[in-house]
DNA sequence: CTGATTATGTCCACTGAGCGGACATGTTGT
DNA sequence: ACAACATGTCCGCTCAGTGGACATAATCAG
């Protein structure tokens, strides 16, 4: 996807960042920021090396690679006063970890994308690690954006989805009316259910956090093999789920 | 100061956020954001609008006044994965704060400049307010930019003050004749002590922290009113950050 | 309540910061 | 050794970004 003629500096600053946030610790070079963005290479170098003089950006120089940088952890650091959300989250997500053996996860909404901001792997031998801190997906794509998505009031979830065509991406199995029926069954339940969607034999259940306002917030997220999610645990998770996503939902 | 002619977006960028991450709590307006980073005021409503739209900053509705916004905490944690140094700290400064009864402080070396990224209030009910969490010097400025100053390779430090004119915005207290002195003073005892320049009665004492090549990173620092700063006192004090942060220099 | 002061939002003619295809050079993998 | 991939830089071009000016709104002092 081309960033279109007049993309500000800044919405570009945006993609730069956010591309970097998600990408995995070894960080990534200025090609595949380039082709994640779709930011001609020669643009993005500037980019990077203008941002990099702000501290905004790191580049390994040994690798090549480049990471976020320092003044972002600084800058976060003063902006979690007012933002911070896990708080009382890791001790939720380290005892769902260990009474399940599953990893847990918490996830943010942040606009029209979900955002992995915690998480506590657990003790079981056999794990999916699709999910980490910082990946981002849109609203409808894994078990938390399934969620939030399902519980985001009815003309917004309706609209989003009618406007949005998440099969390039992320394939047929989401398409609007595979969407349109897996949020049906995400109310129904109470959590989604993610059968493999995104790497086959990686599954995952969700449930929402709401805000003081009763709007969904973030999202607890449970992730593992396939075999041990069986149509006899699955409740047994998502009640576990539903439970302490209801903790977090009277202590925000 | 104003931005001169050919500053760069991003350049500008920088200067907005690090000016909002160092305004308190209660967030800035349009216009003293112009004012602070010397750009006119719609350059910096179009910046902030621009910003806002990503994430970068958030305005409350209410007071029309500017924050850090949700974007930079989110990206913030996740480079805390690379540049978090406060994990250990803390404890460090709730220690400190509770056997002297003075507030204590952690700052960071960010370039030529320091940034405060925790504190822990002392019990004594006279407080300074001086420093707080987000809040940036120049190096030399402030107990800890003093002591992070003084421990720079001496060339570095000479080349630092020859080029470096303090008085404009710091007062004649900042003269590069009284920051020598106080740089050798500094490395005579090991420790800065800063005698209310920055705001007359508040005192404060700061050691380094240095990283595992020898160079230093951080420092801690203890302030209060002058008259809790006693000739007796303030070599106990200064024995105490010097154990604390030789403590830490160990663990990093 | 009024006038002064301060703040904000927007306009738009102007221009230089930012652009990206092309080329040169370096690195890596087979 | 060669192909493939990656990076760094150039520079003519152009439109994103600029900021003084103006209108409007909000706040404050008397």
Redesign the interface.
């Known amino acids: 996807m081309q960033a279109p003629l007049g993309t ?4 570009k ?2 993609l730069v ?2 591309t970097l ?1 998600t990408t995995d ?1 070894a960080g990534a070079t200025t090609s595949a920021v380039a082709r994640d963005t779709g930011l001609p290479r020669p643009t993005t170098h500037r ?1 990077l090396t ?2 990099a ?4 950006v ?1 580049r390994n120089a040994d690798t090549g690679r480049w ?18 959300v ?1 708080g009382h989250v890791r001790d939720v997500l380290a005892d769902l970890a260990e009474q399940t053996g599953e990893s847990a996860y918490f996830s ?1 909404l ?2 029209r994308e979900t ?1 992995c ?1 915690a998480e506590c792997e657990g003790s079981f031998p056999l794990r999916s690690h699709v999910l980490y ?2 990946i981002r997906f849109p609203l409808g794509v894994a078990s938390a954006g399934l969620a939030l998505l399902a519980h985001l009031p009815g003309s917004e979830a309706r609209d989003y989805i009618a406007a949005t065509d998440l099969t390039t991406r992320w394939g047929r199995s989401h398409s609007r009316h595979a969407l349109r029926s897996r949020v049906s069954a995400t109310l129904e339940r109470g959590y989604s259910v993610n059968p493999g969607l995104l790497v086959e034999g990686s599954w995952g259940l969700a449930a929402v956090v709401f805000d003081r306002a009763g709007r969904p917030r973030s999202a607890l997220t449970l992730t593992g093999v396939r075999s041990r999610f069986t149509d006899e645990r699955i409740p047994t998770l998502g009640r576990m789920l539903l439970d302490r996503a209801h903790l977090l939902s009277r202590h925000g």
Chains 1, 2 share one sequence.
């Not at 500000?8 to 919405?11: D, H, N, T």
């Not at 320092?70 to 911070?84: H, I, M, N, S, W």
């Open positions: 500000s500096v800044i919405a600053v945006g960042l956010r946030g610790t980019l203008d941002l003089d702000q501290g905004f790191d990471h976020l940088g320092p003044e972002l952890y600084l800058l976060g650091t003063v902006a979690a006063a007012r933002y911070d896990t943010v942040r606009g955002v901001l801190e910082g």
